[in-house]
């Protein structure tokens, strides 16, 4: 029972933006929209979090609809260390295991 | 420089062999989590500590003891009743269990001769 889902793998080239959609169409009202990735043989490096909002840190801007139903994960210059795989999921409050989906393998090229 | 580290990287198992797979973190986290991945799969959660002294199971606890003695430490060993041991081992931790933010650190790597 996937909550989320991300196309397979996205190519960019270096020094442009990487967009990284990600369908969340069933989320509830409390369920945060987390990113993570994960390089090659490295454990997962937590990304972003938001609820309804846009939010933006230093790695990455994410993006948020109105209605929530879908997110898209900005990295503004994409550079070749952030080959990796992005991870999209759907969280509320309390304990919680994470749970990731197959993600999206994303691809930067010089 | 705070953050989590997992010891060591690569850690081989002979049969019947018990090893412990060392995480620490200082960046004074009250929950503690282990999970397992294995080749092109998601994670599963094996342990977790809310708490020191306190640790419940998660999904595939057989075969795995942790203990929690420590708030910086929470060591996994897996036991020669944990028949297909061969993953990669990932330790994170959250300020606390509430649904916070979990990091992770850099993973073990354990193989079996």
């Known amino acids: 029972d996937a909550k989320t889902t991300q196309p397979p793998s996205m190519d960019c080239a270096e020094g442009r933006a990487a967009n990284l959609p990600c369908n969340h169409s069933?989320?509830?009202?409390?369920?945060?929209v987390y990113w993570y990735r994960q390089i090659h043989s490295q454990g997962p490096q937590y990304i972003i979090h938001?609820?309804?909002n846009n939010e933006t840190n230093e790695m990455a801007s994410l993006i948020i609809t109105e209605d929530r139903k879908s997110s898209t994960l900005i990295l503004p210059h994409a550079t070749l260390r952030d080959t990796a795989v992005y991870y999209c999921?759907?969280?509320?409050?309390?304990?919680?295991?994470?749970?990731f989906g197959t993600g999206t393998r994303l691809l930067v090229s010089p | 420089d705070g953050g989590i580290t997992q010891s060591p990287k690569y850690l081989f198992r002979k049969e019947g062999q018990n090893v412990t797979l060392s995480c620490e973190q200082n960046?004074?986290?009250?929950?503690m989590y282990w999970y397992r991945q294995d080749p092109g799969q998601g994670l599963r959660l094996i342990y977790y500590?809310?708490?020191?002294?306190?640790?419940q199971k998660g999904d595939i606890a057989e075969g795995y003891s942790v203990s929690r003695e420590k708030k910086e430490s929470f060591p996994l060993t897996v036991t020669s009743a944990q028949k297909n041991p061969t993953a990669f081992y990932l330790c994170?931790?959250?300020?606390?269990?509430?649904?916070?933010?979990?990091?992770f650190g850099p993973g073990t790597r354990l193989l079996v001769l």
């Open positions: 069933t989320i509830s009202g409390n369920e945060y």
């Open positions: 960046l004074n986290h009250d929950a």
């Open positions: 994170a931790s959250s300020i606390g269990s509430g649904g916070e933010t979990q990091y």
């Open positions: 500590s809310q708490i020191v002294n306190d640790f």
């Open positions: 999921i759907v969280m509320n409050t309390g304990f919680q295991k994470l749970v």
């Open positions: 938001g609820l309804k």
